[in-house]
T-cell receptor, first 114, second 116 residues
Framework: KAGVTQTPRYLIKTRGQQVTLSCSPISGHRSVSWYQQTPGQGLQFLFEYFSETQRNKGNFPGRFSGRQFSNSRSEMNVSTLELGDSALYLC?????????????FGNGTRLTVT | AQSVSQHNHHVILSEAASLELGCNYSYGGTVNLFWYVQYPGQHLQLLLKYFSGDPLVKGIKGFEAEFIKSKFSFNLRKPSVQWSDTAEYFCAVNVALGTGGFKTIFGAGTRLFVKA
């Protein structure tokens, strides 16, 4: 089974621009979560989607948004980029609705904002 | 608010030494607990998990963890580490949310370096 695929692997953007990151979950997984990983803050929960619906959202500003498509693929968008948005963005999928489902992570997208 | 605390940010051990990484969580409800590992250049992957039953759970590569409910702890152990265990280790808890679904809260991570 193919793992979680994130594209692109690396991105360099300028302040004020917007960016879209993509995630393809493991086949059959309907839940997709997004995390921001930085050296200072660790892994911070952004949001979680299940069957095209955002079920949960973390404490990030409205500039961070996402969506999930009918094939469970998900995209994350960040508008009006700030320097502090530089981070590794991780996507994770899980098999079920239940909260005992472990996460399966992709390799992440490294975003650098200059 | 729910949180996960990992006691050590950096640990350096020699091969064959024993390992124990501390993890405490702050959440009053039912929890599902995990340890994830990130080897250099690789993605985060599940090391072991606890849902219910025997509080001592075994994971891959000889790792185990013990859930102590009264202490809100889920410490990771390995009797004898190897150089290949050099990685960053994350303790995590899944919290069920009223909206349905769940979120996973991670600790800050512990970087383990094993000297050959």
């Amino acid at each position: 089974k193919a793992g979680v695929t994130q594209t692109p692997r690396y991105l360099i953007k300028t302040r004020g621009q917007q960016v879209t990151l993509s995630c393809s979950p493991i086949s059959g997984h309907r839940s997709v979560s997004w995390y921001q990983q930085t050296p200072g803050q660790g892994l911070q929960f952004l949001f979680e989607y299940f069957s095209e619906t955002q079920r949960n959202k973390g404490n990030f500003p409205g500039r961070f948004s996402g969506r999930q498509f009918s094939n469970s693929r998900s995209e994350m968008n960040v508008s009006t980029l700030e320097l502090g948005d530089s981070a590794l963005y991780l996507c994770a999928s899980s098999a079920g609705q239940k909260y005992n489902s472990p996460l399966h992570f992709g390799n992440g997208t490294r975003l650098t904002v200059t | 608010a729910q949180s996960v605390s990992q006691h050590n940010h950096h640990v350096i051990l020699s091969e064959a030494a024993s390992l124990e990484l501390g993890c405490n969580y702050s959440y009053g409800g039912t929890v599902n607990l995990f340890w994830y590992v990130q080897y250099p250049g690789q993605h985060l992957q599940l090391l072991l998990k606890y849902f219910s039953g025997d509080p001592l759970v075994k994971g891959i590569k000889g790792f185990e963890a013990e859930f102590i409910k009264s202490k809100f702890s889920f410490n990771l152990r390995k009797p004898s580490v190897q150089w290949s265990d050099t990685a960053e280790y994350f303790c995590a808890v899944n919290v069920a949310l009223g909206t349905g679904g769940f979120k996973t809260i991670f600790g800050a991570g512990t970087r383990l370096f094993v000297k050959a």
